[in-house]
């Protein structure tokens, strides 16, 4: 009796999944069309891969190319700023004087120019403060009109001019107001000597707000100036300094490191202190760093006085005095707009 009972529980279970069962073959069957009509392929066609494969063979061949392109021209370039800076590099020496003159030679192949420029006014700009702080400007309160020669010791002279003045005015008034004044001074037209603007487009290529310049003072000695504007919110900065040589310009015989900067900083909201500081090294003449007495005597001839050497580099410095004063009193005038009418 009970394994009868137990068959039919079997049968009943057994009877019931297969109704199940049944029902699901049904269902599937219904889905199964609508499965393989709307079903796509995973795999992809060996016309598109072998399409794939040529596109992207093209492409990485063009970027090899590309990459060595870029190599050979940074190469180039590497070459040529190793040359430049073998140019401009001292020869190793044991008694050699770092504040001397370094020679800053503008090569002739046209990167090679460009990358000068640049470096030399980007240089000048990012020691602005180092600049301002070597020369005491940076600490510097109230108003300053000085020149100063300062002995360096062995026999050289540097010759720094420093102004610093305050105008009631905003910075952008201000800038307003110098912008023109400060270019006049720095395309040379306030210097006796005529201007010759040299790479005018190349220079337009690094800052439309830059200029490169040859002023000649004799017929073996030129300034080869490159003059540059760099604005911020808070400081405006126009500067300019020499090459001693420039390779697709008449050869200097002589020449004298100069470098000149106006700050513009603003003070407050209607008040503007204005930094200049100008510097000029010691002269050179056919490769050789002259002595201050050397540079008195090609000055004065035999018109140099016999005495003692204080009293000497005191004469010397009257006469720097003598010749840049009329300058720095010009600068003041207009730096602090007298006379202005704008």
Known sequence: MRNRM??????????????LLRTQVEELSRLLPTLVATRKSSLVPWRDVAAGLAQASVESRLSLEMLRTKCEELSKRIARMTTWVESMTRPPSPAIVWHLPSPTVLLADVEARKLGLDWFTQHMYFNTDRALAATGLHATTGSLQDLVVVDRGNGFADIIGRIQVTNQLSLEATFAALQDKIWAEMRGDTHPCGTEFLDEELVREIDPRMIY????LTADESNYYVCREFVTENRIVFLFGNFNQDALQPENIRWRPRMFWYVLERFGPTETRIKTLFYNGPKVVQGRVMTWKEDMRNDQGDDVPDMPDD?????YQQSIDRDWRPMMT?????????????
């Open 6 to 19: 137990k068959q039919k529980r079997h049968r009943d279970r057994f009877m019931t999944e297969r109704s």
């Open 213 to 216: 310049r040859r002023t000649a």
């Open 311 to 315: 009293l000497l580099f005191s004469a």
């Open 330 to 342: 010009s600068d003041v005038e207009i730096l602090t707009l007298r006379g202005d009418t704008t």
